[in-house]
C-alpha cells in the first residue's frame, strides 16, 4: 500500500504563485507514476499534470500548460506542483495521485489507484 501526503496549498492572488507538494510513502513508492488532479465546487474531477517513474517525462492540461511546472524528486518520494500565473480558474481541491500504469496527457481519474486528501487552493481577483 502507498500513502499519499499533499501539502502546499493556500490562497493568493491572481498573477500569483503557489508550489504544491506530494510525499509518496509505503512500500515501492518509488515505481508509482505520479499526477494532480483538480476538483472545482459543482465539477468533476480533473486531471492537471502527470510525471512518469524518473521523473523525465511529464504531461500537462492544456489549461495549464506553460503555466505549471511538475517535477519529481526520486531521493524524496517528492513530486512538486510549480504554479504560477494562477487564475480564478484555478481554485480547487488539489488531489495528488499515484498509479503503476502508464500516463499520458489524456490519463484520467480511472488510471490512479492511490489519492491523497487534497490541498486546497484558492486563487482570489
Known amino acids: 500500500q502507498v500513502q499519499l501526503v499533499e501539502s502546499g496549498g493556500g490562497s493568493v492572488q491572481a498573477g500569483g504563485s503557489l508550489t504544491l507538494s506530494c510525499v509518496v510513502s509505503?512500500?515501492?513508492?518509488?515505481?508509482?507514476?505520479m499526477g494532480w488532479f483538480r476538483q472545482a465546487p459543482g465539477k468533476g474531477r480533473e486531471f492537471v499534470a502527470a510525471?512518469?517513474?524518473?521523473?523525465?517525462?511529464?504531461y500537462y492540461a492544456d489549461s495549464v500548460k506553460d503555466r505549471f511546472t511538475l517535477s519529481r524528486d526520486t531521493a524524496k518520494n517528492t513530486i512538486y506542483l510549480q504554479m504560477r500565473s494562477l487564475n480564478s480558474e484555478d481554485t480547487a481541491l488539489y488531489y495528488c495521485?499515484?498509479?503503476?500504469?502508464?500516463?499520458?496527457?489524456?490519463?484520467?481519474?480511472?488510471?490512479?489507484?492511490?489519492w491523497g486528501q487534497g490541498t486546497q487552493v484558492t486563487v482570489s481577483s
Open positions: 509505503g512500500h515501492a513508492a518509488s515505481d508509482y507514476r
Open positions: 510525471i512518469g517513474r524518473y521523473g523525465i517525462s511529464t
Open positions: 495521485a499515484a498509479t503503476l500504469r502508464p500516463v499520458s496527457g489524456t490519463s484520467t481519474s480511472t488510471t490512479f489507484e492511490h
